[in-house]
């Protein structure tokens, strides 16, 4: 059922059980067709793309109208001022690197007096090759040797630290693809090969990797939650996804080839390759109904670490857990073993959309994505469009009293969260796919109520999704990533700019003084631990 069909206006006596069945029908149809939809369109994108085509236009209806009644109602406003009215005063604190001095065109006359200037202030860039030649002396001494100058410690082969920090902060922050960078910096009179920026852009950034590890190990150390998304990231020309973990002082992201509950647990395990059995594994593999017979196999051996995947997998098979099932859940209890062995808090929680290989440790979810299950929802009669909005303006007025909850949390206002929670997702409606929609909430009350235990965690995965979209959009760009130092780049550098931005730090000075050993600006990591142990609420240990 497409978009420009639309059914007769049905009354109250006309929904016998069977039209409401088919009409059920008619909606899981039109959501199918609609997600059929989307996916022909980007399909048809991609192979435009391929032909080297421009892709079909999306253009926004025009919100011209609605912002200028907005900004009419706030210039009638009694007494609000317009936008900018007082404004700074923009050149007080810049620095001039130059002055000079005008004086008038006409002739001065005689016995006139000086009265000062009358500044005014041009703000510009240098932009031209700026080339050094390092003339290093050589002496020979009187017993042979030879003493010669040694180049400054900040030089990286043949270009400046300025000139490699301006070029990773256009490609990885300003999105510019390496090939019109090249033609920029070419074009700006720097000679550069292809060859020469791809291993600016890749090569030598060891220590940038190291913390870009580093800032995982201390967000997961010390907060009591993180919040979760992941996005398709393509690499080496195959389909891949990009994980990003956070908080409001970090964002990780790592690409995989996989999505999947033991890819989560491996990347939580922040670089440690062990697999553990404990108790805490054991628990969780009972918890996933392993079977009595591998479940004692591994009892028996509760306490013993494996260094890395190949003896964990030659353990199993040693055991003769072998059935794929078990394996899968043998090895996510050993990585959640691993996790919990290295200092990972028992009570982290994890908020997420709902995205089943998310969903260990203390899970929540977030109540923006859930509140789709709803509003995608169409109703065929007045009756049901009227239950439909109903619906929705309760669980937007009770999401409201959750966040006033967040600020003010006590047991008689958490008691009384609880049973409008039950009283609004138990609601039976005339509109039955509505009805199966509260219901299937109703089951994720656990995850959808735990800020009533928690008000420490974020109602929603807002941050999560606006941290990945960085992904999103150089896939637009550039597509993907074709070497895998490319790859790790891509996540080191996006890891250490959205930090810096929670962080307050600009991305520009955190590499200027990476790149030239300034040493100012300290270990990302350690900002982090002390942001989190400085906030209250964020930190329990």
Known sequence: MSKGIELPELREEDLTPVTQRLLEILQQLQEKVLHQDEIIRQLKDEIAV????????RIKPSNLDKNTAQRKDQEDTPGKKRSGSRKRRKTKELKIHKNEVVAPEEEVPNGSRFKGYND??????????????????CWKTPDGRYVCGTLPESLQGHYSPTLIRFILYQHYHAHVTAPILLEQLREWGVDISTGQLSRILVEGKESFHVEKAAILQAGLQGSTYVTVDDTGARHAGKNGYCTQIGNEFFAWFETTHHKSRINFLGLL??????????????AYMEGQNLPNGPLARLRNDCGRVFGDAVDWNGYLLGEAITTQRHVRI?????????????????????VSDDAGQFAVLIHGLCWV???RTIHKLVGFTDAHRDALESIRSRIWDFYADLKGYKDNPTPERKNELETR??????????????NHALKRLYQNKA???????????????????????EYVKKRKISGGTRSDSGRRCRDTFATLKKTCRKLGISFWAYLTDRLCWLDEIPPLPSIIERRIADRPGLSSR
């Open 50 to 57: 391929l032909r080297k085509q421009s892709k079909r236009p």
């Open 120 to 137: 005014y202030v041009v703000q510009g860039l240098l932009i031209e090759p700026f080339n050094v030649r390092y003339r290093l002396e």
């Open 269 to 282: 395990r922040a670089g440690h390759t062990d697999y553990a059995i404990n108790e805490e594994a054991l």
């Open 330 to 350: 043998a090895t996510e209890g050993a990585l959640l073993g691993s996790l919990l062995r290295h200092g990972l808090a028992k009570d982290l929680a994890i």
């Open 369 to 371: 994505h859930a509140e």
């Open 421 to 434: 929670f039950d009283e609004l997702f138990t609601t039976q409606t005339c509109f039955h796919t509505l």
């Open 447 to 469: 995850e959808l109520l735990l800020v009533l235990d928690r008000p420490d965690i974020p109602l929603h995965t807002n941050g999560s999704e606006n941290d990945i979209r």
